[in-house]
T-cell receptor, first 112, second 111 residues
């Protein structure tokens, strides 16, 4: 079992650009959540997808959007990048909403 | 609004010591609590999950307890090793879907 996999591992973008991050959940998991972690802080919830629909959203602007595919993999899209979007983006998967969450290795996004 | 606090923020100990990391939360109406380990620049590794109906969980040298009524959880690490050096995060889940994290305890175990 490969666990939760994220791609790419590192990314450098210019302010104003758009970025897409990808996540494949742990085998058998149907729920994918995305988190943003700034340096020295705990992860902050962005949104969660279940059955290809966004179930819940954290306090993030509409520039952050996502998608879940029929195979349960997911994408996180961020438009009009700001310097403050620089962070580690983490994907977590679980079987249904309340079970143990497993995280990927994250994507380090740097906006310059 | 649920808030999660972890104390201490940082800890440096010699190898072999037994450690206690603390996590407190303001709203006791949680569904479960999960402890994670994070190495620098890496993702989160799940250590222990405690359901709200449970008092403790154990895995190897790790033991986590939960006192829901007082809004506290502790992670006990027995016989610490340099390989235990990492940031330890606790997170609570209410009857919603998201995890709410503390800011972590940064642990360094030196030989």
């Amino acid at each position: 079992d490969a666990g939760v996999t994220q791609s790419p591992t590192h990314l450098i973008k210019t302010r104003g650009q758009q970025v897409t991050l990808r996540c494949s959940p742990k085998s058998g998991h149907d729920t994918v959540s995305w988190y943003q972690q700034a340096l020295g802080q705990g992860p902050q919830f962005i949104f969660q997808y279940y059955e290809e629909e966004e179930r819940q959203r954290g306090n993030f602007p509409d520039r952050f959007s996502g998608h879940q595919f029929p195979n349960y993999s997911s994408e996180l899209n961020v438009n009009a990048l700001l310097l403050g979007d620089s962070a580690l983006y983490l994907c977590a998967s679980s079987l249904e909403q309340y079970t143990e969450a497993f995280f990927g290795q994250g994507t380090r996004l740097t906006v310059v | 609004k649920q808030e999660v606090t972890q104390i201490p923020a940082a800890l440096s100990v010699p190898e072999g010591e037994n450690l206690v990391l603390n996590c407190s939360f303001t709203d006791s109406a949680i569904y479960n609590l999960q402890w994670f380990r994070q190495d620098p620049g890496k993702g989160l590794t799940s250590l222990l999950l405690i359901q709200s109906s449970q008092r403790e969980q154990t895995s190897g040298r790790l033991n986590a307890s939960l006192d829901k009524s007082s809004g506290r959880s502790t992670l006990y690490i027995a016989a610490s090793q340099p390989g235990d050096s990492a940031t330890y995060l606790c997170a609570v889940r209410r009857n919603t879907d998201k995890l709410i994290f503390g800011t972590g305890t940064r642990l360094q175990v030196f030989p």
